[in-house]
């Protein structure tokens, strides 16, 4: 919503849009959380003018969705406004922000929308280049602060069919897999300086409580998987 899906009249529909509201209240109902991947990072709306910025890669290779060049899509203020009006207006929908909610680039953003709605929540996938152009002291006190409402997420994944791939081809892909994740452990749990998406940064060094529930617990309570 606010990027792509659009009315009859053709206008963006925006996630706090009011014909959207019986869904929510269903869910409430049901007791079911929500996951929701509102709006891009910001830098979907500025020129692709910094190869180490860590988006670089996926706008150049993804354009439908870098919304500098497509007027008509509404502005990145516009699309997390209504993302903030609709879960303010639902306090009893608990709400997954993926992508640390579409601000990984300024931890203090997401850190003030965490204190204004305590029923949302936020995951990683494919930001923690955005975590790792930051002060690391400043993202280490934001996972403190906030560790019972933070979920890993990862975003890797293969849409070619498993049963089409070549022995070397999943080897190779299970590979890639670990390291990655391997890249991402380290940011996590270690305190050395290493490169991740690109970005020269020291490891974050949270101990294993935290740990525990950004990798686990969190989800779990979440999910109400127990």
Known sequence: FGMVTKDKSGNFIQ??????QPIWDFLKDKGIPVIAHIAEPE?????LDDPNNPHFGYYTNNP??????????PSYETIISARDSWIEKNPDLNILCAHLGSMSNHVERVAE???KFPNMYVETAARFGDLAR??????RLFFEKYQDRI???SDYGNSTPQNTMTNDELNTEQSNLEKNYDVLWQYLSGADSLVVRGQK???????SGILSKVY???TVNFMKLK
Do not use: C, S
Request: glycine letters at 6%.
């Open 15 to 20: 996630i706090d849009d009011p014909r959207l």
């Open 216 to 218: 686990f617990e969190n």
């Open 43 to 47: 830098q979907a709306w500025r020129p």
């Open 113 to 115: 929308r965490l204190d």
């Open 201 to 207: 940064t020291l490891g974050l060094g949270l101990p």
């Open 134 to 139: 930051q002060d690391t002291e400043k993202v």
């Open 64 to 73: 439908q969705y870098h919304a500098f060049k497509i007027p008509e899509i």
């Open 151 to 153: 979920m890993f997420g």
